[in-house]
């Protein structure tokens, strides 16, 4: 037999984001108390920005910038270091 294996769950892939995946979120953390969430576009300003750390919106438990910059990394890791609520980084693209 095959047993599925969640680690993660994604709200969803570059689609913006809004009331639904806000609503899918909350659903997910209700359903599930033992898994994160991730969507990488749960961020506050309309584009991403592979240079500038964006504000992330409540509906990830994730940080997951597409295409950071090693500066951008490097100013996460700055900026969070010593804050024992920020959200841990994945990279979900990281090249093509």
């Not at 909350?26 to 920005?49: F, G, H, I, S």
Request: negative net charge.
């Amino acid at each position: 037999k095959n047993y599925a294996c969640i680690i993660i769950w994604s709200v969803g892939n570059e689609a913006g984001n809004g009331q639904a995946f806000r609503h899918a979120y909350a659903w997910l953390k209700r359903r599930d108390t033992t898994r994160p969430v991730q969507y990488e576009n749960a961020r506050l300003e309309p584009m991403w920005d592979s240079e500038r750390l964006e504000s992330i919106d409540y509906n990830t438990d994730l940080y997951v910038p597409m295409y950071p910059t090693p500066a951008k990394l490097l100013a996460y890791a700055s900026k969070c270091e010593l804050d024992p609520s920020a959200r841990p980084l994945i990279m979900c693209e990281y090249a093509h």
